[in-house]
């Protein structure tokens, strides 16, 4: 009884995996890589949610080829040594690409386990220019550079009269690469940079960078890293006295910035990526995500929700999920038409075209700022 037993469950289980191995061919795989856990998940949740939005869409559609998308996350935690093992485990699991990249610090190391895996990776948020130089010809990045980003602030700086800036990161990937670059075009315009201060995440109490910062009397201080952290800042600077202007980077885009900080934060500039507010293309995306994940999108959800069409839209034209032929065919992208923008890449593949704007906190709320 005992063989006869085991020769049935042989069987059994035979027929289990062939029909899995149908299943899983009748699918495309795609890897979603986002921060689920950490200081930064809000980001990365709202990124999930718009991929999943958009996946359900493609679907309904008819799918990719003749199949359906499915997804799997990984958790980058905007941790590197968290987001090699999330790239492992995606690469491990087969997918045909990957969508998604918040923190650059944490998706820096990732490039080349994608790479040496032959994974086209669709960058959705993450823009440090160090991903440049690291990237072997795999990865898309489809939100703008530091290095525009570093250009929209010293070009409003500029405008605004102001000739002395602190500047203020991490030491992280992002936030790092953003203060320097800010700096190099800023001197190359003649003015100065009277302190560039670095703290550590998660540090509670600034009175020491207050202190410095209000000793060099500078007309705006820009803080490069994000809003968790970036909100004490603001509101210890004007709890200490500092009245001049602030402003931040695209890491600090958030509804929460506000919430955290208080009146401290009204008056606050941010350079930021479009966000659904201000694109026209985007209302209809808006209203279904609301109705959807019954919260408005984020700051990154419209840069998110093109990543994971412009995917399917490169292996229709590669008419093959061939991991190859899909990234020729994103690399040959031009003018791909998403919500938050035009998309086309330049030769090191980043967006051709900046998509970088101003917005300005008032009443709890960011305002594009005219």
């Given at each position: 009884?005992?063989?006869?037993?085991?020769a049935?469950?042989?069987?059994?289980?035979?027929?289990?995996l062939?029909?899995?191995?149908?299943?899983?061919?009748?699918?495309?795989?795609?890897?979603?890589?986002?921060?689920?856990?950490?200081?930064?998940?809000?980001?990365?949740?709202d990124?999930?949610?718009?991929?999943?939005?958009?996946v359900?869409?493609?679907?309904?559609?008819?799918?990719?080829?003749g199949?359906?998308?499915?997804?799997?996350?990984?958790?980058?935690a905007c941790?590197p040594?968290?987001?090699?093992?999330?790239?492992?485990?995606?690469v491990?699991?087969?997918v045909?690409?990957v969508?998604?990249?918040?923190?650059s610090?944490?998706?820096l190391?990732?490039?080349k386990?994608?790479g040496?895996?032959?994974?086209?990776?669709?960058i959705?948020?993450?823009?440090?220019t160090?991903l440049i130089?690291?990237?072997?010809?795999?990865a898309?990045?489809?939100?703008?550079?530091?290095?525009?980003?570093?250009?929209t602030?010293?070009?409003l700086?500029?405008?605004?009269?102001?000739?002395?800036?602190?500047?203020?990161?991490?030491?992280?990937?992002?936030?790092e690469?953003?203060?320097?670059l800010t700096r190099?075009?800023?001197?190359?315009?003649?003015?100065?940079?009277?302190?560039?201060?670095?703290?550590?995440k998660?540090?509670?109490?600034?009175?020491?960078?207050?202190?410095?910062?209000?000793?060099?009397?500078?007309?705006?201080?820009?803080?490069?890293?994000?809003y968790?952290d970036?909100?004490?800042?603001?509101?210890q600077?004007r709890?200490?006295?500092?009245?001049?202007?602030?402003?931040v980077?695209?890491?600090?885009?958030?509804?929460?910035?506000?919430?955290?900080?208080?009146?401290?934060?009204?008056?606050?500039f941010?350079?930021?990526?479009p966000?659904?507010?201000?694109?026209?293309?985007?209302?209809?995306?808006?209203?279904?995500?609301?109705k959807?994940?019954?919260?408005d999108p984020?700051?990154y959800?419209a840069?998110?929700?093109?990543?994971?069409y412009?995917?399917?839209?490169?292996?229709?034209?590669?008419?093959?999920?061939?991991?190859?032929?899909?990234?020729?065919a994103?690399?040959?992208?031009?003018?791909?038409?998403?919500?938050?923008?035009?998309?086309?890449?330049?030769?090191?593949?980043?967006?051709?075209?900046?998509?970088f704007?101003v917005?300005?906190?008032?009443?709890?709320?960011w305002?594009?700022?005219?």
């Open positions: 009884m005992k063989k006869v037993f085991c049935v469950f042989a069987v059994m289980a035979g027929f289990f062939i029909a899995q191995g149908a299943a899983g061919a009748d699918d495309l795989k795609i890897g979603i890589m986002v921060p689920t856990t950490g200081s930064e998940a809000t980001y990365g949740k990124m999930e949610n718009a991929i999943s939005m958009a359900k869409e493609i679907n309904a559609k008819g799918g990719v080829l199949k359906k998308i499915v997804t799997t996350t990984g958790d980058a941790d040594q968290q987001a090699t093992s999330a790239a492992s485990k995606l491990s699991e087969d045909v690409g969508v998604g990249g918040y923190c610090g944490a998706t190391p990732t490039l386990i994608y040496d895996a032959g994974v086209p990776f669709v959705a948020a993450a823009n440090s160090k130089p690291a990237n072997p010809g795999n898309f990045l489809i939100n703008s550079t530091g290095s525009d980003q570093a250009a602030a010293v070009e700086f500029t405008k605004k009269g102001y000739k002395k800036l602190a500047i203020v990161h991490q030491g992280d990937g992002y936030s690469d953003l203060a320097k190099e075009k800023w001197e190359a315009a003649g003015n100065k940079v009277v302190a560039f201060e670095v703290v550590n998660g540090e509670q109490d600034h009175s020491s960078l207050v202190t410095s910062i209000k000793s060099k009397a500078p007309d705006v201080v820009f803080w490069t890293a994000y968790a970036g909100a004490l800042v603001i509101k600077l709890q200490g006295g500092y009245t001049k202007q602030i402003a980077g695209d890491g600090s885009n958030s509804p929460k910035l506000m919430e955290i900080a208080g009146k401290a934060a009204e008056g606050v941010c350079f930021s990526n966000t659904v507010e201000y694109l026209p293309a985007a209302k209809a995306f808006s209203g279904d995500y609301k959807s994940f019954k919260q984020g700051p959800s840069l998110a929700y093109d990543g994971i412009l995917m399917a839209d490169a292996m229709k034209r590669a008419g093959s999920a061939d991991k190859k032929a899909i990234m020729a994103l690399k040959a992208t031009k003018d791909f038409k998403g919500i938050a923008g035009s998309i086309s890449f330049t030769p090191e593949n980043t967006l051709a075209i900046s998509n704007v917005l300005v906190a008032k009443g709890a709320k305002d594009l700022y005219k």
